[in-house]
């Protein structure tokens, strides 16, 4: 698990600083700017989401989602501070828990999803035989996929293991980058269900990257929409069924046609 | 300790036992072919053939600067120009935006025409000829020991940077998710495989060494079904077709490097027809 980036290794901020944390486990993130060369991808980016939140984070192409992510895993340079206060209130590095998109796997590689366990681990230790593997496996259905290929699996095979790979060990915060592309409606629901019952039993802060509002916003307890910097913020019944706004907004593509129903699990 | 290898070798069956350079040649193939086989699987996977293709061939250049140096053995010259190269190919990658192809192939352009320009001065080329196709039968036990302390530092480095190395070839910003320098994972290993490829050079010849790197991890992908049959199929593979490999050599007075690349060359033929078949 990689820890975020050393707030105080990144650029003092203008002016008095909001830091204090609020009531319960949260992470901060205030004035986050991204810049590649003459590109600003991200301005002055500020979110603050709680454990066992789940928040959707919708935005056109190029709109610097991907790019937030990659912030929070410490994978590009910012300016601004990500803080993460604990349930003890202690403001700590959190472990970031990650599912790709896509794995690059050629067809023929044999590369098993144990192999993909196993080479997560990385220590010179031998990582404790198939048991443990499946045991991560079992709570995301997918304990019958251990011994098979990754170029075997199918895209919602593929989700649900690399979402275990992503809880084992158990993260703070848990990124999803669009995880549902090229996935069935059916493996979409179990999905989306899988992910709902973890932010439940583990009081997790899930960010949600998707196209697929209308799936998601049944589950989801906030909705940022992002184009380079925050555009809007609320709950889904706020953001997702103002039309009007979204469309002036430039995003009227999430505007949800049904009226907004509620997962009754979630 | 040598001596207990040529005795030991004396219980094998045919002629050319009695022959100390094949006893040497043999030890030699022993200790080159595991860590090429290994780190082929790896090279595969993480698609850096050409990358490794043209580390063979800075071996070149490498020869060239050692001899401008007046070294009386240039080879140490060239695990350490490949190094050098290695982290320049590196740090390109990371700091230019052109495609990895094309960096690699204009490094290629210039390391090999230097080399050739800087070898051929006075029209000298030919007595360079013998590291174009590489030669087991005259080594010196000072270069066996070498290659012993090669192949176990590569063995090492495979120990430590493979499992991070075949997540990053997975995903990336998975590998970082994890805690793994990716950058430095990824440069380290270039090193490696440049380390090893031009040491290997001297006995296997610049054409050859990217064959008898690639080819067992090619083969055994076919037939492999997980990681670990994946590395033991290259690594029996490698080890059969080497030792065979340098036997029919001795026989037919062929060069060994090719002899070994084309019997390897022909078992991934029989693989890939048998799967074709299926």
């Known amino acids: 698990m990689t820890d975020l980036p050393d707030t105080a290794k990144s650029a003092p901020l ?20 991204v810049r590649f060369g003459a590109v600003e991808a991200l301005h002055e980016v500020n979110l603050h989401f709680h454990c066992g939140e789940l928040t959707l984070l919708i935005g056109p192409n190029g709109a610097g989602k991907t790019t937030l992510l990659h912030a929070l895993l410490g994978e590009v340079p910012y300016t601004g501070r990500i803080s993460y206060w604990d349930h003890s209130r202690r403001l700590r590095r959190p472990r970031v828990g990650y599912v790709p998109q896509r794995l690059s796997v050629d067809p023929d590689t044999p590369i098993t999803v144990t192999d993909l366990f196993r080479i997560s681990q990385h220590s010179l230790v031998p ?6 593997v499946e045991e991560a496996l079992r709570p995301m259905a997918a304990e019958h996929l251990a011994r098979r290929r990754l170029s075997a699996l199918s895209g919602g095979e593929l989700q649900r293991v690399l979402l275990a790979l992503a809880m084992t060990p158990l993260p703070d915060i848990l990124l999803l980058d669009e995880p549902v592309a090229g996935v069935d409606q059916a493996g ?13 039993t583990h009081d997790l802060s899930i960010l949600l990257v998707t196209h697929d509002v209308e799936n998601a916003a049944t589950h989801a307890d906030r909705v940022v929409l992002l184009n380079r910097t ?9 953001i997702l069924t103002d039309g009007d706004r979204l469309r002036t907004l430039g995003m009227g593509w999430a505007a949800l046609t049904k009226p907004l129903q509620r997962d009754p699990h979630a | 300790m040598l001596d207990l290898w040529y005795h030991a070798v ?3 069956p045919g002629d050319w036992t009695r022959f100390i350079f094949m006893k040497q040649a043999l030890l030699a193939i022993l200790l080159v072919m595991p860590p090429l086989s290994l780190l082929g699987v790896l090279v595969v996977n993480h698609r850096m053939a050409f990358f490794s293709d043209v580390i063979g061939h800075s071996a070149l250049t490498g020869l060239a600067i050692g001899t401008l140096c007046g070294l009386v053995d240039p080879s140490p010259a060239m695990p350490a120009f490949a190094a050098l190269l290695a982290v320049l190919v590196s740090l390109l990658k990371r700091f230019t935006r052109a495609s990895t192809d094309t960096v690699i192939a204009v490094i290629f352009a210039l390391v090999v025409s230097a080399g050739v320009v800087l070898l051929s001065r006075g029209g000298g080329f030919a007595k360079y000829t013998p590291f174009l196709i590489g030669d ?23 120990l430590m940077l493979g499992k991070p190395l075949i997540l990053i070839s997975l995903s990336p910003t998975l590998a970082r998710s994890r805690g793994i320098p990716v950058f430095a994972v990824e440069t380290g290993f270039a090193v490696l495989v440049a380390f090893m490829v031009a040491s290997a050079v001297p006995l296997i010849g610049i054409l050859i060494v990217n064959s008898i790197l690639i080819l067992p991890a090619a083969a055994a992908r076919l037939c492999a079904h997980n990681l670990r049959s994946y590395f033991l199929i290259a690594l029996v593979l490698g080890l059969t077709g080497g030792v065979a490999g340098l036997l029919l ?4 007075g062929t060069a060994s490097g090719a002899t070994c690349s084309l019997l390897i060359a022909a078992a991934y033929l029989v693989v890939a027809f048998g799967r074709f078949r299926r």
């Open chain 1, 230 to 238: 925050i555009l809007a913020d609320g709950t889904p019944a706020e």
């Open chain 2, 10 to 12: 004396d219980f094998l």
């Open chain 1, 188 to 200: 979409l629901l179990l999905f989306y269900n899988l992910v709902c019952d973890l932010r439940r």
């Open chain 1, 127 to 132: 990582f404790p035989q198939g048991l443990m």
């Open chain 1, 14 to 33: 203008p002016g008095p600083l909001p830091t204090t944390p609020c009531s319960s486990c949260c992470t901060r993130i205030e004035a986050l700017s």
């Open chain 2, 136 to 158: 087991f039968l005259t080594l010196a036990p000072v270069q066996l020991a070498r290659l012993a302390v090669v192949s176990l530092l590569v063995g090492l480095g495979i």
């Open chain 2, 249 to 252: 050599s001795f026989y037919w």
